[in-house]
């Protein structure tokens, strides 16, 4: 596994309190070139769980979970690129397993944006120790669908019905836990919003919690990939739940028991 760039305790203690920060340079050339063929290879042989949230035909909004299962160049990112090794920084973790793998690609010209949700009552997980890594192959701006979150909002204490990402529609099989997110965009002033321009070798980090949304990508040529990671640390524990929007298997697991299974594979171990 390739070392982990060393994060300093600023970098860390902003990502435990405001919930997301934005790494710089810690993807090397290597690794976008593999992860940009996989993405390729993934589009081109699309999962059963994939979707796409562009039904008009202007852009395509298209993602898929589990690459790793199918194709080398994400099982080489997941078990030998330094990423779970930056989440354990993060969170002060001894071990980290993989919860979900999220394929995330917004064509030139889709005019659909990412809408607020967080990502943690989407899992089959309890606790706290919870990182998403959310990797651009592409140069992110405001323009092409960058992600923008509501710092602190992951200490709210609050879990909010999933919705479709891409449509906003709440999702009628999963739980309604604190009831819809609230229309951030309407009272934009109320809340502290970050929005993240970012390059490829730039990851932005944060708490499964953290709620955040992306923008449209309303440019002409410019593609938008990321794959977004999402890490289980120490606390972590299996929880089952009545929708999953990337159907994983029946792991043979414990309610409140660990997650090590091969559906959760341990990536990291200190």
Known sequence: MEAAPVLSEDLITSWRTDGVVALRGVVSYHWLTLLRDGVDAAMAAPSQVSKDYVEDGRGRFFTDHFMHRRFDAFRHFLYESPAAAIAAQLMGAHKINLIDEHLLVK??????????????????????????????????????????????????????????????????????????????????????????????????????????????????????????????????????????????????????????SDQYPRLWSA
Request: charged fraction near 25%.
């Open 107 to 260: 064509e030139p010209g889709t005019q659909v944006p990412t809408y607020w949700h967080h990502d943690f009552p989407y899992f089959e997980v309890n606790g706290e120790d919870f990182c998403s890594i959310w990797f651009p192959l592409d140069p992110v701006t405001e323009e092409t669908g960058a992600m923008k979150f509501v710092k602190g909002s992951h200490r709210w204490g609050k879990l909010f019905h999933p919705i479709r990402i891409g449509d906003g529609n709440l999702v009628d099989q999963a739980e309604a836990l604190d009831g819809p997110a609230p229309d951030i965009d309407a009272e934009p002033d109320k809340y502290d919003i970050e929005l993240f321009e970012v390059e490829p070798g730039d990851a932005v980090a944060f708490h499964g919690k953290s709620l955040h949304a992306a923008t449209a990508n309303s440019s002409t040529d410019r593609r938008r990939r990321a794959l977004s990671l999402r890490f289980g640390g120490d606390d972590i524990t299996w929880n089952p739940r009545p929708y999953i929007p990337s159907v994983p298997d029946q792991p043979d697991l414990t309610a409140g028991g660990p997650v090590d």
